[in-house]
């Protein structure tokens, strides 16, 4: 695994971390490697219930790094490194079955702004900021950066924030949903770590499906998700959670779910 992303693991939680301070974390080669190389790792560990994504140093992530992607890079190799890199990658975060937690330090921008927006959850400060930057250099949003935006806040404010070119600090992004939690700026890792953990200890299973659930609702009308909710369904009524939650229920104990 490459430094330009740092992997480590506390108990059942992981905490994923761009590391090219130097560049403000920003992407290339290296870093999206990087990232796709611990996906695979906390994906396939069973004893991995929740992550955390943030970046080392002052800000989460600037962008695409323009001395990679610069002059030098014509549009039509841009294009296919979109869809090669940025499209599946971003598809994985969504594919798995664990809650991702976003501690966002500083100022997300440009694609950064999309890999803050494809984390399940999202812990902010007062000076951390969400930034459309892609208009300010002549750029539409790329990355799902639009479709992560516009199904958060709705087409007319999410086109405001995409032609603006302007930073969404902290505050309004609670007051428009683009972020859970708004905390001191020396806490917004260790709040999003004691979360996971908060979170890792819940019912695995069932937290993996209502995020399939919510993702699928957003392109599927009501009929077809109550019926992809019930297939979901199957596979929490064969968990062993489901039949700690019951037990203990009944028992009147707090449950000790397994995440299985």
């Not at 992560?148 to 992004?173: H, M, N, P, T």
């Not at 700026?185 to 709040?191: H, P, V």
């Not at 953990?197 to 399939?212: C, E, M, N, Q, Y």
Request: glycine share 8%; hydrophobic share 40%; with cysteine.
């Amino acid at each position: 695994m490459k430094n330009a992303v740092l992997l480590e693991i506390e108990k059942n939680i992981a905490v994923i971390t761009l590391n090219r301070p130097e560049r403000y974390n920003a992407v290339n080669q290296d870093l999206v490697d990087g990232i796709n190389d611990c996906l695979s790792i906390v994906e396939n560990n069973e004893n991995i219930r929740a992550i955390v994504l943030t970046g080392n140093g002052k800000g989460f992530c600037s962008g695409a790094d323009m001395s990679v992607f610069g002059e030098e890079v014509t549009a039509e190799q841009r294009k296919d490194y979109i869809i090669e890199q940025y499209q599946p990658l971003m598809k994985r975060f969504f594919e798995i079955k664990k809650p991702i937690i976003g501690a966002i330090n500083g100022t997300a921008a440009g694609v950064g702004a999309a890999f803050a927006l494809v984390c399940d959850l999202r812990v902010m400060s007062k000076e951390s900021s969400l930034l459309y930057a892609f208009v300010n250099i002549g750029l539409g949003p790329d990355g799902g950066a639009s479709w992560l935006l516009s199904r958060q806040v709705g087409y007319s404010k999410a086109f405001e924030i995409a032609i603006s070119g302007e930073k969404v600090q902290g505050d309004e992004c609670l007051k428009l949903g683009l972020t859970n939690r708004v905390v001191e700026k020396e806490n917004i890792l260790s709040d999003a770590i004691k979360w996971a953990h908060h979170l890792s200890v819940r019912p695995t299973v069932a937290i993996g499906i209502a995020k399939f659930d919510m993702i699928y609702s957003m392109d599927n009308n009501l009929n077809d998700t109550i019926a992809y909710e019930a297939e979901q369904q199957v596979a929490a009524f064969n968990s062993h959670d489901l039949k700690e939650g019951v037990t203990a229920f009944i028992e009147k104990r707090k449950p000790d779910f397994l995440g299985k």
